[in-house]
C-alpha cells in the first residue's frame, strides 16, 4: 500500500507541475499569434536568436547570433539585478507597436562592430508560430506523457526513473524555449533544464537496455553527472540574480547539448554493434527509436551556435521530436525494458491513440485554418469539437460496417473461444466434427455446414481422396504441405459447396470442412475466410489430438495386458523358485521321519544338516518378506556398532578371517538399525562369496563434502553379467543364488534417500553408499542436540 501511495503522490506531482508549467508557457505563446515583432527574436541577454525563419527581417539584414543588441530606439539595453538586459527591448518593441509606428532602430554589436538596423514591426506569422511555439507544446506534452508512463510502469526501476528524467527535462525545456525569447516568464525553468537535459542523457545513455559495467558498479557517476548538471544550472541563476550575463554559462550548455546528445546516439549504435540474439533486436528497436532525432537536433543546436537560422532543420527536428517519445514508449513497452511485468490493455492503447489522433487533427486544422489568416483561438474552438465528433462517428460507422457486412470480425473472438472450448471437452473424432458444424452454424448463416472426416489410414493411403466421400463428390486434394489450409471456390451448382476447406496435420488430410451458399445470395467476405481458416486450423489440431488419444488408449490397453502378463510370469518363476529350494529340505526330512520311525538313531552330521536347512528356509522366507515396503524407524547409531553386528552374524561364513575395518570411533549415522544392518550384512556376505577362502574384505567410512560414504570392498575377481540388471530381483549370477540380496540392498539404500553405486577400483569391487550430510554427524552431542 506505502509504494501504491508514493507512485500515486508522485504521479500527481508531475501532472500538477506539467499542468502549471505547460499552461504558463501555453498562455504565453498564444499572446505571440499574430503579435508585431521587429524580425528577430533576442535572448534575456539582448542577444540575436537563431530561432526564427529565413525570410524574416532581420536575418535578411545581416543579424546573426551572436549579435548583441545594445540600444532601442535610444534606449540602452542594461544588465541589472533581477532585470533582464532584454527588457528595455521588450519595453521599446511594445512602446512602438502601441504608438503605431512601424519600425524600431537597433544598435547591434556584431563581430565587425557596431550596426544601426532598422526593423519593421510585422506579425508574428501562424508558420512560424506553430514551429518554435505551438509546436514545441505540443511535443513537450508527449514527452511529459511518456515520463508518466515510464513512472506509472516502473516508478522504483532505474531505467524508468532515469527516462523519465530526460522526457521531464527535454518537455521543460520545450515548454520554456520561446518563452524564453518572448515574454520571459520561464526563463529560470529554461536555465535549469538547459543545464539538466545534457547531464540527464548522459546517464540515460549509460542505462539504455541495462547499465553500463561502470554505471552498474560505481552507480555514484549517475549522481555526479546530475550534481554537475545542478552546478551549472545554479550557476545560471546566480548570474541572472546578480545582473551578469550569462552568455559563456550558456555556451557551455549548448556544448554539452550537443555532446550528449551525439554521444548518446554514438554509444546506441556502439552497444548494437556489440550486441547479439535477443539484445540485438532490443537494441536495433531502440537505435531507430531515438537515435536519428537526437542526431538532428544535435545537428540544429551546432548550426545554431555558428550562427545559422534553425528554421531550415526545424522542419525535420519538430517531426522527430514529436515522434521520438511515442516511438521511443512503444519500444520500452514493446521489449519490457521497465521491468514492469504488466499486460499491454489493447482498450487504453486505442484511447491514447485515438486522443493523439483528435489532437493532431485540431492541430492540423488550427494551422491551415491559422495560415490562410484566420485567428487562431476561432480556428481552434472549431477544429476541436469537429476533430471529437469526427471521431466518434469514425469509430461508430466502422463498428456498424462491422457488424452489418463483416459480422466474422465481431464474431471472431467469441467463436473462437467458444470453440476453444468445447474442443477441449472432447476426444473423438466425431464429436470434433460436430462441435465444428455447429460452430460455424452459429454466425454463419448459410444453407448447409458440412465436416467431412477422413479416415486416417486411408488419408496415408493412396486411396486417400475417396474417403469418406459421396459417390459423384470430387476427392479433396490430399498432396498440400504440413500445416497448409486451402479454401477453394466451388462452381455454384444445386450440389456442390460453395467453399470447401481441406484440413490437414502434418501432411496427413484428416477432414474437410464444407460451406454452402449464404442465405440470399450474400457474398463470402475476406473476414468469412479468415475465420474459416482459423477454425480449419483449430479442427486439424483436435482431430489430430482424438486420433493421437485414440492410439494412446489402444497402447495403453496394450501395456496392461502386458503388465498382467509379466506379473503372472514373475509369480510363476518365484512359484518355480520357492519349489525348488523347499524341494530339497521336504526331501531331507521325509527321509530322517521315516529312520526315526524305525528307531534308528540320527548321527551328529544329520542333526548339523538339518539345521543348516532350517537356517536356509527361514533366511529365504525372510528374504522374501523383506521385499516388501516397511516403515523405517530412523536413530542415532554409531559406525563402528553396526559393522561390529554384520561381523558376529557372518561369523559362521567368516570362519578365522576378519572383516578390516576403517572406521573412526566418534563417526555415527541417523538409520533404521535392522534394515542397516541386512544393508552391510548382504555386501559383505556376496564379498565373502567372490573373494574366496583367500580373499579379503572390509569397509571404510569416509567423510565427503556432501555427507559421508560407506564402502564395503572386496578382492574378488569383479561383477560378472550384465551390470546394468545387478540390483535387478531375481537376478544373480551364482549357481544357487536367490537373487534377492541386492534387490533388497538397493530397496533399503533408497528408502533412506541414500545412493548406492557399484565400481571396479585398484584390484576391488567396491559398493559405494553415498550418505547425505543430515544423516551424518561425528560426536555423540550432535544426537543430544
Known amino acids: 500500500m506505502p509504494a501504491i501511495e508514493n507512485r500515486r503522490w508522485l504521479l500527481a506531482v508531475v501532472v500538477l507541475a506539467a499542468l502549471v508549467l505547460g499552461g504558463s508557457g501555453m498562455r504565453s505563446a498564444l499572446s505571440w499569434y499574430e503579435r508585431p515583432f521587429p524580425g528577430v527574436l533576442v535572448d534575456p541577454d539582448g542577444v540575436v536568436s537563431s530561432v526564427g525563419l529565413p525570410s524574416w527581417e532581420g536575418f535578411q539584414k545581416g543579424l546573426r547570433y ?182 559563456a554559462l550558456r555556451s557551455v550548455c549548448a556544448i554539452l547539448f550537443v555532446a550528449s546528445f551525439f554521444f548518446f546516439a554514438t554509444t546506441l549504435i556502439l552497444r548494437f554493434a556489440a550486441a547479439e540474439g535477443d539484445r540485438r533486436r532490443t537494441l536495433r528497436a531502440l537505435l531507430l527509436a531515438m537515435a536519428p532525432p537526437h542526431v538532428v537536433i544535435a545537428l540544429g543546436f551546432m548550426l545554431a551556435m555558428l550562427g545559422a537560422p534553425a528554421s531550415t532543420l526545424a522542419w525535420f527536428a519538430i517531426p522527430a521530436l514529436a515522434l521520438t517519445p511515442v516511438s521511443s514508449v512503444v519500444a520500452f513497452i514493446r521489449y519490457d525494458l521497465w521491468g514492469s511485468r504488466a499486460l499491454l490493455s489493447r482498450p487504453l492503447t486505442r484511447v491514447i491513440i485515438a486522443c493523439m489522433m483528435v489532437a493532431l487533427t485540431v492541430i492540423l486544422c488550427s494551422a491551415c485554418a491559422g495560415y490562410a489568416g484566420l485567428p487562431l483561438l476561432g480556428a481552434i474552438k472549431v477544429a476541436a469539437p469537429a476533430a471529437v465528433v469526427s471521431a466518434a462517428l469514425v469509430v461508430f460507422a466502422l463498428g456498424a460496417g462491422d457488424r452489418k457486412l463483416f459480422p466474422a470480425r465481431a464474431e471472431y473472438k467469441p467463436t473462437v473461444e467458444q470453440l476453444s472450448e468445447e474442443l477441449t471437452l472432447v ?278 563434502e556432501s555427507g559421508a560414504e560407506l564402502v564395503v570392498w572386496d578382492t574378488g575377481p569383479g561383477i560378472s553379467g550384465d551390470a546394468s540388471r545387478l540390483f535387478a530381483p531375481w537376478y544373480t549370477t551364482k549357481p544357487r543364488g536367490t537373487g534377492l540380496g541386492l534387490a533388497i540392498t538397493h530397496r533399503i539404500v533408497r528408502a533412506h534417500g541414500w545412493l548406492i553405486e557399484p565400481e571396479r577400483r585398484d584390484g576391488t569391487t567396491r559398493f559405494v553408499i553415498s550418505i547425505p550430510a543430515a544423516d551424518v554427524s561425528m560426536t555423540a552431542e550432535d544426537e543430544v542436540a
Open 66 to 247: 551572436p549579435d548583441r543588441v545594445v540600444e532601442v530606439d535610444g534606449w540602452r539595453l542594461e544588465s541589472t539585478a533581477g532585470r533582464y538586459r532584454a527588457g528595455a527591448w521588450d519595453a521599446a518593441v511594445e512602446r512602438a507597436a502601441r504608438e503605431g509606428h512601424r519600425s524600431v532602430q537597433a544598435r547591434v554589436e556584431t563581430a565587425e562592430g557596431l550596426r544601426d538596423v532598422e526593423l519593421s514591426l510585422v506579425p508574428f506569422d501562424a508558420l512560424a508560430w506553430w514551429f518554435y511555439a505551438g509546436g514545441l507544446m505540443v511535443v513537450a506534452s508527449l514527452y511529459v506523457g511518456a515520463a508518466l508512463i515510464a513512472l506509472s510502469a516502473s516508478p522504483h526501476g532505474k531505467l524508468a526513473r532515469a527516462f523519465a528524467s530526460a522526457a521531464l527535462f527535454a518537455a521543460l525545456f520545450q515548454f520554456a524555449l520561446f518563452d524564453y525569447h518572448s515574454s520571459r516568464h520561464l526563463v529560470p525553468f529554461f536555465h535549469v533544464a538547459y543545464a539538466l537535459v545534457p547531464m540527464s542523457f548522459f546517464t540515460l545513455a549509460l542505462r539504455l537496455p541495462d547499465d553500463v559495467p561502470l554505471i552498474a558498479r560505481y552507480p555514484v557517476f549517475a549522481r555526479i553527472a546530475h550534481g554537475l548538471g545542478g552546478l551549472l544550472a545554479a550557476a545560471l541563476l546566480a548570474s541572472h540574480a546578480m545582473g551578469w550575463t550569462t552568455v
Open 427 to 704: 476426444a473423438d473424432p466425431d464429436e470434433v466434427a460436430f462441435a465444428v458444424e455447429r460452430t460455424v452454424a452459429r454466425w454463419l448463416s448459410c444453407e448447409r455446414v458440412t465436416f467431412r472426416r477422413i479416415a486416417v489410414d486411408a488419408a496415408d493411403g493412396a486411396s486417400a481422396g475417396n474417403a469418406g466421400a459421396a459417390p459423384g463428390e470430387p476427392a479433396p486434394r490430399a498432396d498440400e504441405s504440413s500445416g497448409e489450409r486451402v479454401i477453394e471456390v466451388e462452381p455454384p451448382d444445386a450440389s456442390a459447396s460453395e467453399l470447401s476447406l481441406t484440413v490437414m496435420f502434418r501432411g496427413r488430410l484428416l477432414g474437410v470442412l464444407e460451406v454452402g451458399k449464404k442465405r440470399g445470395g450474400a457474398l463470402f467476405t475476406s473476414e468469412d475466410l479468415d475465420l474459416l481458416r482459423t477454425i480449419g486450423n483449430q479442427a486439424a489440431l483436435a482431430m489430430a489430438h482424438a486420433h493421437s488419444y485414440a492410439e494412446l488408449e489402444r497402447r495403453r490397453r496394450e501395456q496392461a495386458a502386458a503388465w498382467r502378463d509379466e506379473r503372472a510370469a514373475l509369480i510363476e518363476t518365484l512359484a518355480a523358485e520357492i519349489t525348488h529350494e523347499v524341494r530339497y529340505p521336504i526331501n531331507f526330512f521325509r527321509s530322517v521321519f521315516k529312520r526315526g520311525s524305525s528307531n534308528q538313531s540320527l548321527d551328529a552330521e544329520e542333526v548339523e544338516i538339518g539345521c543348516e536347512e532350517v537356517e536356509r528356509l527361514e533366511r529365504l522366507v525372510m528374504g522374501l518378506r523383506r521385499v516388501t515396503h516397511r516403515k523405517l524407524e530412523r536413530r542415532r547409531l554409531a559406525v563402528e556398532e553396526l559393522v561390529s553386528r554384520a561381523e558376529m552374524l557372518l561369523r559362521d561364513q567368516l570362519g578365522k578371517r576378519r572383516i578390516e575395518a576403517r572406521v573412526s570411533a566418534g563417526s555415527r549415522l541417523r538409520c533404521d538399525p535392522d534394515q542397516a544392518t541386512q544393508v552391510l550384512v548382504n555386501l559383505l556376505s556376496n564379498g565373502l562369496d567372490a573373494a574366496g577362502d583367500k580373499g579379503t574384505i572390509g569397509v571404510v567410512w569416509q567423510t565427503t
